[in-house]
């Protein structure tokens, strides 16, 4: 088993082991006097792992129940989380139970949130199922919802008491949202980890999928603990985010998928920086041979003038500038706040 410890306002462990699930509630028991435990989980994930969960958590004298949503982000909204409260309260779910999210970035996002504001604030156990939600989204405490307007307008930091990462449940991912974790994973190995792209460069992802999970989450552990807040160098995470969530806003998030759009995002902001001179000549070159060989994208399939406009919306603008995460070379990069007007020139010579 490997351990991470994250140490941030509220300090918790982060376990990765295979058949994990199983165990659920052998490693969260010590860690609260719950009665209940009320499991959050979608469509999709429910059917194939919320029994073995749940059944753990039963020999360990909780009493469970489940709450299922529709899967997909379409469902990631004020109108699920109000069902997940009415749901708490009809199992007589009291300020000492806890929740358990199991599934990916959507439903550990929600009942993240759901667990934060529910009687201000429950117990949270985060047990990820997808590559994305296990490198990313269930580390760091961030939680929230969509609105109409844009993705996780409305959220929380909370951080939850444990998380339980069983790569077992890679085995059973469709290769779409595999690629789709994976888009997260280069940036990691791009923003802190030479060594990390290079293995990505020289083996086959699958083949040392646990050392990818262990490797991405202590980076990203590392980063949050410095900025639990957000506030300054968390910033370095959303390299090719910029551009990905233009990317994103312009399929209506039914195009590419986050991870494919990061990576899309990601080569077209390093074209710019290193025909700028920002960025260390050939790098371009070497992170489009990585996307390709793993079948992610490289280039916006909308004009990049459009894409210039759809970053105006960006929850990391503020007034009339914008911070991108740049490359120096790969494993290290730097933020360079811009004027969205040069953001627009820069690319507008890209075409
Ligand atoms: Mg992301």
């Known amino acids: 088993m490997k351990t991470i410890h994250v140490q941030t306002g509220r300090s918790y462990d982060i376990l990765i082991e295979h058949n994990l699930l199983q165990q659920a509630g052998t490693y969260i028991r010590p860690l609260t006097k719950a009665i209940r435990a009320a499991v959050v989980s979608d469509s999709h994930v429910a059917p194939l792992y919320a029994e073995r969960v749940m059944c753990s958590l039963k020999e360990h004298g909780f009493e469970t129940s489940l709450f299922t949503f529709e899967a997909g982000e379409e469902r990631k909204r004020l109108s699920t989380i109000e069902q997940m409260y009415q749901h708490f309260l009809e199992h007589h779910l009291t300020r000492t139970d806890i ?6 970035g959507v439903t550990g996002d929600m009942a993240g949130y ?5 009687l201000r604030g429950v117990d949270f156990v985060q047990i990820p199922t997808s590559l994305l939600s296990q490198v990313d989204s269930s580390v760091g ?6 609105l109409p307007g844009g993705k996780n307008l409305v959220g929380a930091f909370w951080q939850p008491i444990l998380v ?3 790569p077992e449940t890679l085995q059973t991912l469709p290769p779409a949202f595999f690629r789709d974790g994976l ?3 280069v940036k990691y190995g791009c923003i802190r980890s030479l060594s990390l792209f290079e293995r990505l460069e020289q083996e086959e992802a699958r083949s040392f999928i646990d050392d990818i999970i262990y ?3 202590t980076i990203k552990r590392n980063v949050v603990e410095n900025d639990e807040r957000d506030t300054g160098e968390r910033a370095i995470l959303n390299f090719g985010h910029t551009l990905g969530h233009a990317i994103e806003k312009l399929g209506h998030y039914t195009g590419m ?3 494919e759009a990061v990576a899309a995002g990601a080569s077209i902001l390093t074209r710019i920086t290193e025909a700028n001179g920002w960025t260390a ?14 079948d992610l994208p490289t280039e916006s399939p909308y004009p990049l003038s459009d894409v210039a406009t759809a970053t105006r919306g960006d929850k990391k603008s503020s007034g009339n500038s914008i911070t991108l995460v740049c490359l120096k070379e790969i494993g290290s990069c730097f933020l360079q706040k811009v004027p969205f007007d040069t953001l627009t020139e820069l690319l507008a010579e890209q075409g």
Request: glycine share 16%.
């Open 164 to 166: 339980l990462i069983d």
């Open 257 to 259: 998928t986050h991870g």
């Open 114 to 118: 759901a667990a934060a504001t529910y």
């Open 281 to 294: 000549a050939g790098t371009t070159e070497r992170l489009v041979r990585l996307l390709k060989k793993y």
């Open 141 to 146: 405490g961030k939680t929230g919802v969509d």
């Open 99 to 104: 929740v358990v999210a199991l599934g990916g």
């Open 215 to 217: 490797e991405c989450v």
């Open 183 to 185: 888009g997260e994973v």
